[in-house]
């Protein structure tokens, strides 16, 4: 199946710092992308999607100005988690959609966040 | 996009086949049944998906009632690496972002020696 990285894989952040986290579809072109969170014994959950030269579609409850999404190439799309606190420690999870048929999503390997 | 319904865990023999099982009573005409797994800690991993005819890959087969309102994913022959979270997504097929996928709670396989 196709590979999508994420990187970093684990991060450790101060609280009220801002750390990114990167998302690459790395053999095949990608103009939507998607980013989930999951917290400890739950499911994933859509947070928004990606989308290459436009803005993010945020779902509802999520905060854009606190999850910044930029997708400026066709490999890439970049999630900033910004005045970082201890309830965002969290797995983030990204995903790439091919844009041929079938269409499948292909996940990252997530990174794990911890906000001390 | 429908919701499914699924147990919240299985239990497995190594080497048996687990049938997982899956409802989707209301799913639309055009929608997919999708089957992902997620090993602990990791990303989750497209395992099949279907319209309407039986599907088989290298990793599972998945058996769609006719009326579309349930299905099952078989594991032939399960290995202890088989231990994850299996989901049952339905879904429109096709691209762009109207086609996310919606996860529920999933069924705990646990793959036995």
């Known amino acids: 199946g196709a590979v999508v990285s994420q990187h970093p894989s684990r991060v450790i952040c101060k609280s009220g710092t801002s750390v990114k986290i990167e998302c690459r579809s790395l053999d095949f072109q990608a103009t939507t992308m998607f980013w989930y969170r999951q917290f400890p014994k739950k499911s994933l959950m859509l947070m928004a999607t990606?989308?290459?030269?436009?803005?993010?579609?945020?779902e509802q409850g999520v905060e854009k100005d606190k999850f910044l999404i930029n997708h400026a190439s066709l490999t890439l799309s970049t999630l900033t988690v910004t005045s970082a606190h201890p309830e965002d420690s969290s797995f983030y999870i990204c995903?790439?959609?091919?844009?041929?048929?079938?269409?499948?999503?292909?996940f990252g390997p997530g990174t794990r966040l911890t906000v001390t | 996009d429908a919701k499914t319904t699924q147990p919240t865990s299985m239990d497995c023999a190594e080497g048996r086949a687990a049938n997982l099982p899956c409802n989707h009573s209301t799913i639309s005409g055009n929608e997919y049944v999708y089957w992902y797994r997620q090993i602990h800690s990791q990303g989750p991993q497209y395992i099949i998906h279907?319209?309407?005819n039986n599907e088989t890959n290298e990793m599972a087969s998945l058996i769609i009632t006719e009326d579309r309102k349930s299905s099952t994913l078989i594991l032939p022959h399960a290995t202890l690496r088989d231990t994850a979270v299996y989901y049952c997504i339905v879904r429109r097929s096709g691209g762009g972002s109207n086609y996310k996928l919606t996860f529920g709670k999933g069924t705990l396989l646990t793959v036995n020696p």
């Open positions: 990606s989308n290459e030269g436009s803005k993010a579609t945020y």
């Open positions: 279907g319209l309407k």
């Open positions: 995903s790439a959609m091919r844009q041929l048929s079938p269409y499948e999503q292909y």
